[in-house]
């Protein structure tokens, strides 16, 4: 079953900060991020492990609630490049099949 | 630079024809996925492959078929298509856990196919 994200669309001016949710019913091994701009392929961004390893961007982090299931990606300081949409996929056995969320899509105004 | 390249960004084929859509990594990957992209319901997973001739069920296989004979090039198949499976595919390669701690896809820049 796909996660589920949250909002389901984001509008932002520059500098302001987002947060997407991302929620599963089912355990989580790892979490992963990723962006898509418009007409292009998606781009990885963060994968989240079991046991709390983490890697990113800078100003772009996230957090993995193994109990509830839960991720969520914060984006601080908003830039007009972080325009797109982002998914988030879920993997729940370590076998790297992912997952996708429907998406969230974020747009950033001057 | 990594690369996974598609044959075509976009494809028109008629209702109850034999579709191919070709991807070809350069990374030495072992593992190649295909989805499908519809509006509102994200990234869905057709087709998995960990080593050549080797593949796994996806979500959503019904009515597509996959071949992968060398280690760079994953093909999905549609044996006959029909108009909903009018959609973006994209494909995707990532190492095989273990190798690297990171296991990231990386994605094509997708076909759309429209089945008319």
């Known amino acids: 079953q796909q996660p589920v994200q949250s909002p389901q669309a984001v509008i932002l001016r520059e500098g302001e900060d987002a947060v997407i949710n991302c929620s599963s019913s089912?355990?989580?091994?790892?979490v992963h991020w990723y962006r898509q701009k418009h007409g292009e392929a998606p781009v990885f961004l963060m994968i989240?492990?079991?046991?709390?390893e983490q890697k990113g961007h800078e100003k772009i982090s996230a957090s993995f609630n193994e109990k509830k299931q839960q991720s969520s990606l914060y984006l601080t300081a908003s830039q007009l490049s972080y325009s797109g949409t982002y998914f988030c996929?879920?993997?729940?056995?370590?076998?790297?099949?992912?997952?996708f969320g429907q998406g969230t899509r974020l747009t950033i105004n001057p | 630079d990594v690369k996974v390249t598609q044959s075509s960004r976009y494809l028109v084929k008629r209702t109850g024809e034999k579709v191919f859509l070709e991807c070809v990594q350069d990374?030495?990957?072992?593992?190649m996925f295909w989805y499908r992209q519809d509006p509102g319901l994200g990234l869905r997973l057709i087709y998995f492959?960990?080593?050549?001739?080797?593949?796994e069920k996806g979500d959503i296989p019904e009515g597509y078929s996959v071949s992968r004979e060398k280690k760079e090039r994953f093909s999905l198949i549609l044996e006959s298509a029909s108009t909903n499976q009018t959609s973006m595919y994209l494909c995707?390669?990532?190492?095989?856990?273990?190798?690297?701690?990171?296991?990231?896809?990386?994605f094509g820049p997708g076909t759309r196919l429209t089945v008319t």
């Open positions: 995707a390669s990532s190492v095989l856990a273990g190798r690297q701690n990171s296991y990231e896809q990386y």
């Open positions: 089912k355990a989580l091994y790892s």
């Open positions: 989240l492990l079991k046991g709390g």
């Open positions: 996929g879920t993997d729940h056995q370590g076998a790297q099949k992912l997952v």
């Open positions: 990374m030495d990957h072992e593992n």
């Open positions: 492959s960990y080593d050549v001739k080797m593949k």
